[in-house]
Structure formats: C-alpha cells, structure tokens
C-alpha cells in the first residue's frame, strides 16, 4: 500500500497531531488489588519493556488492513487522534483500578536543518520516548492530580524525525491515563511542522475533509425540550466538503443522519430534543458512507452533548428550591437501576420501590474500585440521611458498612 503524508503545524510548540495505538488493558493479579499506593512504582516496572514493541512504522489506517497493531495477544489499529485545547492524548475513559495500562503516541517533527529543541513531556505515569528509534528518555512516577513535567535537550537532523511516546498507568480509581509534549526551541531557528503517515489514498481531499469536520459546531452543550439539535458550519468558512452528521446514542442506536455539502453558512437540522430519549449523544462528523467505507476515506470527528427529553431546560432559576428539588428527584427515580435512582426514591418515601439490587451493584463497584469515588461519596450520604429509616433494607447494612469502612 503506497504511504502518504499529512503535514500539521504545532500550536504553540505543542504536538496537537497523533498515530495513537491502546490503550493495551492487563488485570493485575488479586494479590495486588485494591492497588496500594505505595506498591505502583514496583507493579510498573514488573510490567515494564525496554523495548518499544513498536514493529513497522506506524500508518493512518486507510484500507482496514493497514495500520494493525499488534503486542502479544493484544491486538488494535493506529488511530489518528487530533488533541483539544488541553493538548493531551487521553486515555482516562479506559483506566479502570486494579489494571496496567499502556498506550503509545507517534509522529513525525520535520526540520528544515539540524537544531538543538527541549522537550516538554507531561505524563500521569511512567513514560518513554523513542527518538529516531533510540530510547532517550524514561520517568517511573505517578502524579494523578496533576502531570508531571519533564525537559529533555535533544537533537533533531535536517528532515524528518521519528518521535515515539509510550505512556503508562497502574490505575486506582480516579487516576488519569493521558499524555502531552511540547516542543521549545529557538524562534530565530530552523522552520519545523508536523508529518503523519497515512494509507487513505487522496491526502489533499483528507486534509480537506478534516479542515470542514473541525469547523463544525454546536451552539450548546445540553439541549431542553424545544431546542433543536442542528450543527452549523461558519459563515466565513473557504473550505467546502461533502459530509455526514450522524446523530448516536452511547448505546449505537442511530436517532438521525444527515447528509449535506458542507460550506460556509450550512446547517445540518437534526432533532427536536423531545423526540428522543434523554441521555449523552455522540454527533458524529464523517465523509459520505460510500467514501468512509468503500473508498477508505476514513476521517472523522466526534462530539458529545445532553438531550433532557422531555423536560424542559433554562439556564435562569427558576420556581422555589423545593419545588426545583422535587423535579431533580422524580427525573433521577426515572434511571431506573441507577444507584442514584434508589437514592431519590429513599428521599420521595417510596421506600417499597428501592431496589437494593442496583445499591449493592454499585458497593461492587466500589470494591473493585471501578470508578468507586463519586460512588462512595454517594452511599456515604445515603447512610448518613437514611441509614436509620425503618424502611432502610436490612440486607444492605452489612454491605454497606463493610463498604464505607474498607
């Protein structure tokens, strides 16, 4: 398969523009769960390889049979991953307690001749980076509220170079899964720009094709009852570009599609956000079906956002607490098999609807430290405020208390 090139330039230095493969997901062992804290450092480097495990160079997956990954067992593809405003590759949605992760970020820096750059590198975890296939840098440890920082001098050749991150996790709940680099140098220095490798066939339609996705948006986050969900490309938009907007539950349910030659002023009308179910959307921003899946053109963006349904949404207050109170509650109780849902049953008094099945689902959870902190924060107060009910059901106290002490 021929290989092209699509070029980038960093955004204030910072590398926005990745290939990126995992994150590869191993359970530890029950001996070292929940993880001790003080255990990471030696769980991480039991795991550890010297070696990159990279094997040919990673490619932009045009035709489904390039750009496979492969570690072992675990297999995947590069992706092409365009970095948000926070210029990190975050893998946190996949970091689960109790595994080891590892994920890697690869790209090119062409320079214009030989210079001397700092690297930036910002990790949660322990890290390494290749350059040019040679390892010239390795950290060991952990920082979950905030990254670590690290400079390392180096030294790019005219032309392109090779840079290969691979960042890990031993994660506990809570703990984040993400990466950044940055490159410093000189402002008087040789010019330097960005290069990924790519299967997809026609690089300038690709690139077209990003520019017009990237330019998409959408005037809110959440949408009440009435409001439409329509994505709208600016006015003063030079690009032009057929596209799809496709409009996808969490669970893969398609509720709308739209198909439309995306240009400056265009709009792409969904929904009404009361003919559909509540709940988080994905609005997916791709070329047309023929083009992602039969000519490989395979580009796309997603967003997120919130339909309340039914319930209408104001951004001004509104009635009294109580009353704002009373609807918070009856739309929670509505989520049924949500630990939540039982909690606002508890504080409406309709005690014989609580499902102790969904609570204790949750306690699970917390045991497995699965995202456990919200929580236990949230069975806390439910003990604290209801814990001494008469209704309170008996088969949870034990399970509960267990929980809550550790």
């Given amino acids: 398969m021929a290989i092209g090139y699509v070029s980038f330039d960093p955004t204030d230095g910072f590398i926005d523009h990745w290939l990126v493969a995992g994150p590869q997901v191993i ?20 795991y550890y390889e010297a070696e990159s495990l990279v094997t040919g160079l990673p490619v932009e997956r045009g035709p489904l049979s390039e750009g496979v990954f492969r570690v072992g067992d675990y297999e995947a593809a590069w992706s092409y991953v ?9 893998h946190t949605a996949h970091s689960r307690a109790g595994h080891y992760l590892r994920s890697w970020a690869y790209i090119q820096l062409v320079s214009d001749a030989p210079q001397s750059v700092t690297f930036r590198l910002a990790t949660h975890g322990p890290a390494d980076l290749w350059l040019n296939g040679e390892h010239t840098f390795r950290h060991e440890g ?47 220095g040789p010019g330097l720009s960005l290069r990924l490798p790519t299967t997809i066939p026609d690089v300038d339609k690709r690139r077209r094709i990003e520019r017009v996705l990237e330019a ?44 439309l030659r995306a240009s400056g002023g265009e709009c792409a009308r ?66 049924r098999g949500e630990l939540y849902a039982e909690i606002a049953r508890m504080a409406l008094g309709q005690w014989a609807d609580v499902d102790a099945d969904a609570i204790l689902s949750a306690i699970a959870r917390v045991d497995r430290e699965e995202d456990g902190a919200a929580d236990l924060v949230a069975l806390i107060g439910m003990q604290h405020r209801f814990g001494g009910h008469s209704s309170f059901p008996a088969s949870l106290r034990q399970p509960l208390e267990a929980c809550i002490l550790g």
């Fill in 270 to 335: 969904l929904r009404h956000a009361h003919e559909i179910p509540a709940g988080l959307y994905r609005l997916i921003l791709m070329p047309r079906p023929d083009e992602y899946y039969e000519q490989d053109m395979r580009i796309r963006r997603e967003l997120r956002l919130w339909v309340a349904g039914h319930r209408p949404y104001s951004e001004a207050p509104y009635d009294t607490f109580g009353e704002r109170r009373q609807e918070a509650l009856v739309a929670a109780m509505r989520c």
């Fill in 82 to 90: 365009r970095c948000r405003d926070d210029h990190l590759v975050d």
């Fill in 216 to 259: 998409a948006r959408i005037d809110r986050d959440v949408y009440g009852s009435d409001d439409v969900i329509a994505v709208r490309w600016p006015e003063d938009l030079t690009y032009a570009a057929d596209a799809t907007v496709r409009l996808q539950a969490s669970s893969g349910r398609i509720y709308a599609e739209a198909h």
């Fill in 27 to 46: 359970r530890l062992p029950e001996h070292d769960c929940p993880v001790d804290p003080s255990s990471r450092q030696a769980i991480a480097r039991r």
């Fill in 142 to 188: 952990f920082a979950d509220s905030h990254p670590c920082c690290h400079n390392l001098e180096v030294q790019l050749q005219e032309g392109p170079n090779e840079v290969l991150v691979r960042f890990e996790q031993v994660a506990t709940a809570g703990s984040c899964h993400a990466m950044a680099l940055q490159v410093c140098r000189r402002p008087e």
